[in-house]
T-cell receptor
Framework: DQQVKQNSPSLSVQEGRISILNCDYTNSMFDYFLWYKKYPAEGPTFLISISSIKDKNEDGRFTVFLNKSAKHLSLHIVPSQPGDSAVYFCAASAYNFNKFYFGSGTKLNVKP | DTGVSQDPRHKITKRGQNVTFRCDPI?????LYWYRQTLGQGPEFLTY????????KSRLLSDRFSAERPKGSFSTLEIQRTEQGDSAMYLC?????????????FGPGTRLTVT
């Protein structure tokens, strides 16, 4: 049962433009949502998170938006840079953080 | 380097053999998680420890899998009687309440190939 879904396996964006990565979830018990970035041959790296009591969280070029009624979140990267090229995973958890559910990832390619 | 380390990085084994992986978390991280990742998928939760106590196990963790964290520091994941379907990347992550339980730090993973 895939409780967190990333329906776009890949995304290609021009350098300097906005990258929008999407994620949907099915479990309304999730309280916390996270985005991870993964380069080849490395483990995922935490990028940004958002609590279910908020609808937006911003950190530099990265902003995560949460739409609880639609069970949808998105990661915006502005402006996109070639170094942002990686696989991005969306993840969700309840507040006890006992278990995390990950999406299947979106491979972002930022073209110079 | 004080990040999460995993050993070995690669393991090739024959079907039916037992394998054991080790994870060394960041020092003083209370929580340690094991995940499995197959090609084209995200990490799938297997189990987690708070200090030495194993508090949650996934249904994915069959009887052939066992994990330990004997002194609340490093952890081992053993797979007995390996099957070809066990071929995957096994990831370990740790977190600490002092930072945030939510912010997991991942190791580079152990890639298992069962032939």
């Amino acid at each position: 049962d895939q409780q967190v879904k990333q329906n776009s396996p890949s995304l290609s964006v021009q350098e300097g433009r906005i990258s929008i990565l999407n994620c949907d979830y099915t479990n309304s018990m999730f309280d916390y949502f996270l985005w991870y970035k993964k380069y080849p041959a490395e483990g995922p790296t935490f990028l940004i998170s958002i609590s279910s009591i908020k609808d937006k969280n911003e950190d530099g070029r990265f902003t995560v938006f949460l739409n609880k009624s639609a069970k949808h979140l998105s990661l915006h990267i502005v402006p996109s840079q070639p170094g942002d090229s990686a696989v991005y995973f969306c993840a969700a958890s309840a507040y006890n953080f006992n278990k995390f559910y990950f999406g299947s990832g979106t491979k972002l390619n930022v073209k110079p | 380097d004080t990040g999460v380390s995993q050993d070995p990085r690669h393991k090739i084994t024959k079907r039916g053999q037992n394998v054991t992986f080790r994870c060394d978390p960041i020092s003083e991280h209370n929580r340690l998680y094991w995940y499995r990742q197959t090609l084209g998928q995200g990490p799938e939760f297997l189990t987690y420890f708070q200090n030495e106590a194993q508090l949650e196990k996934s249904r994915l963790l069959s009887d052939r899998f066992s994990a330990e964290r004997p002194k609340g520091s490093f952890s081992t994941l053993e797979i007995q009687r390996t099957e070809q379907g066990d071929s995957a990347m096994y990831l370990c992550a740790s977190s600490a309440q002092a930072v945030s339980w939510s912010e997991q730090y991942f190791g580079p993973g152990t890639r298992l190939t069962v032939t």
